[in-house]
């Protein structure tokens, strides 16, 4: 351990001797009086009155407060003598003809010069490595053993034409009628009676076999024409004559008859081919009214009341009014087609009321279809 000797610091001393010497005490000065008139110059210094000239004595330090090596604290080897460098060599050009056929300077077109964008200095990017992550383990790339290389076999190529079919849009075609409405109308309109009842059986017919096309059938207009047929007034109509319910009157009692009076019998007047368009068409609307009900319960699940069927109405007025037995008996047979539990109640009321009839004929035929409305 290094020990500090104790010495005195000399500047400590010279301090002390300094506020012992008498000289350095202070002393009370006069009161200066400064006057202009009482400035003197002395040489080259100028005294006030009152101030007082004196200079301190200081002791010289007996030993230096530092010391430090005189020596140079770097010491080189130096050269003996100054380097010296040889200049730079020229080499002389050749003066060959080829080298000097070659060295000629080459017109050269000038260009304008384009000066191109400065580019930003690209800063170098310092990837970290994670020194503590494990190695990475080398897997071995995959091998294809030669069996499993064998049953591989090579894709097929795919054809362009195969590979994108030609797509060939069809226009949408236009959806046309089934039926011909108008050609319907136009012969259950026409005063031909025959012509009415080939149209009506015709409209039967369809129902039967293609419901889904007769459904088109289904337009009021042909509901009115049919209507219209039920409504026409036949009284003034051509009846059959007094032969003819005499040939009529012998073919049913089985009697012997000429081949001109059966075909007189046979021969129906005008009244007559009237009133049985009326029951065609009872028939008719019946199959109708029926296709009706069934494809409005198909699409909505409904049941469409008995009074809201198309031309029901017309068909009871018929039951209750139309003179000819016929065409009344003709009615509760139509309605009897269309019976369903949900229209009971109406029908059997229809069908109690037809059995008091004034026709044998009639209510032997509101009697049968009440048998079969109670069996249902």
Known sequence: MIQVP????????QQQQYMQNPMYMPQQAPQADYNAVKIAINGATVQAPGAQQSQAGYAAPTMPYYSYPQADLYNYPQA???PYYMPAQTVQPCTCPVCSAQAQPQAVAQQPVIEQPVQPAVQPQVIQQNINAPAAVA???????????ADVKPQ?????????????????QELKPQVDINAFIAELTNPDYEKQASAMENIAMMVNQDPQKATELLDERVVKSLTDILSADTKDLVGPSKEQ?????KIMTGKEVSDAEKELANTMTPKEQAERNKSYALFTMAIMQKLFGDEVQKLSGQVVPITELPGAVNVVEQLKSNPNPMVRASAIESLSYIERPE????????FTIAKNDQDKNV???????LAKLNKA
Not at 245 to 249: L, N, V
Not at 363 to 369: D, G, L
């Open 156 to 172: 097929e190529e795919v054809k362009p034409e195969a590979a994108q079919p030609k797509v060939e849009i069809e226009q949408p």
């Open 343 to 350: 229209y009971k109640d109406d029908l059997n009321t229809i």
């Open 139 to 149: 897997v071995p790339e995959p091998a294809i053993s030669q069996a499993v290389a």
């Open 363 to 369: 209510q032997e035929t509101a009697t049968a279809a």
């Open 245 to 249: 319910m005499e040939a009529r009157q």
């Open 80 to 82: 003996a003598q100054q």
């Open 6 to 13: 104790s010495i005195q610091n000399p500047y400590h001393l």
